[in-house]
């Protein structure tokens, strides 16, 4: 990947740090040079990304940060300033994937409202933490996490896709009121297994708003993915049919948007593997 030397010395702090997307961003940018700021819910989980950059001979801290919490956010973003002086780079990664139909309600209805706080609350939570440290120094960059499923309205992931079209909302709404002073980059993930946020999902027969009509063929194809007898072409990212796309290439993404001058924003990224089931 093209290194053009932005992201070295940079701070960066990223929710979500102790694993899945947050983990790999954090250990690809300070392989760049830049310092990283670890938060996440699970201080264990922090702190264990933290060590693994650190042991590779970057920087980073860990700090623990219930992302629903305005208090925490708060708390995290004068951490970083306390620690490197500055705030950079603020991604706000953390997030779940609560799939359900409407008629599962019985059983979706808590993770829905932890959906809405997290994937919404939490992110207004981080910008917002942010926002007065970056314009005090004149710039900074906001990337916020969404997803295909924000896209357009889907059956199986109403609340879900709704959570993400309000993170949509939220970066454009601050892009245009920040111009000039702050960036604002939407990254937007099509279906990573690698990531875990899969484990949250309430009821799997919900993805089918996404797949359509490959449904069959993409329930086959996760099936033989878990149970490791995939054939080999369809985890090949050299091949045209590649299925399972490596998160490693989500975070590559991330930081193309931070390898930037100043003066140059990336607004949004999908980024897909070749072959995969999705529709949106």
Not at 244 to 253: K, W
Request: hydrophobic letters at 45%.
């Amino acid at each position: 990947m093209a290194d053009n030397g932005y992201v070295d010395g940079k701070v960066i702090v990223v929710t979500g740090g102790g694993g899945g997307f947050g983990r790999l961003i954090s250990q690809q940018a300070s392989e760049r040079g830049a310092k990283m700021v670890c938060a996440d819910i699970n201080i264990e989980a922090a702190e264990e990304t933290a060590e693994l950059v650190r042991s590779a001979g970057g920087e980073a801290i860990a700090v623990k940060a219930d992302v629903t919490s305005a208090e925490d956010m708060a708390a995290l973003a004068a951490k970083a300033v306390e620690a490197f002086g500055r705030i950079d780079v603020m991604i706000n990664n953390a997030g779940i994937m609560p799939l359900a139909f409407f008629a599962d309600h019985k059983e979706a209805l808590g993770a829905w409202h932890r959906c809405i706080d997290i994937n919404i609350r939490g992110v207004l939570n981080g910008m917002v933490a942010v926002h007065d440290q970056m314009l005090s120094q004149g710039r900074g960059h906001i990337i916020n996490v969404s997803s295909i499923y924000g896209n357009f309205p889907v059956v199986g992931a109403g609340v879900y896709g709704a959570s993400k079209a309000a993170v949509n909302f939220l970066s454009e709404a601050m892009r245009m009121e920040s111009r000039g002073r702050i960036k604002v980059t939407i990254v937007k993930p099509t279906g990573v297994p690698g990531t875990g946020l899969g484990t949250g999902v309430i009821n799997p027969a919900a993805v089918v708003g996404i797949v359509g009509q490959n449904m069959l063929e993409y329930g086959a194809a996760m099936e033989a993915f878990r149970e490791g007898k995939l054939d080999g072409q369809s985890l090949d990212p050299d091949n045209i049919d590649y299925l399972v796309l490596d998160p490693a290439f989500i975070a590559q993404e991330v930081l193309h948007a931070i390898d930037q001058p100043w003066g140059v924003s990336v607004g949004e990224v999908t980024v897909r593997a070749a072959g995969d089931h999705y529709l949106l």
